[in-house]
């Protein structure tokens, strides 16, 4: 189970830097877009915190 977890983890991870990336990269050109991209990577980053709590045991 912990390795089906990190596995997951780094999943979310990677997703968090490419939002990143992305949002970071569509700045001059649509800042609709990259407004949005960032609260996505936030939101991210919660339940990847979230998770690793949730490993850790704290949840």
Do not use: K
Request: charged share 10%; proline share 3%.
């Amino acid at each position: 189970m912990p390795d089906d977890t990190m596995r997951f983890l780094f999943f979310f991870f990677v997703l968090i830097l490419l939002t990143l990336w992305a949002a970071y990269f569509s700045r001059p050109g649509n800042t609709r877009l990259s407004n949005i991209l960032y609260v996505v990577a936030g939101v991210l980053a919660l339940l990847f915190v979230i998770g690793y709590l949730r490993l850790d045991g704290y949840f």
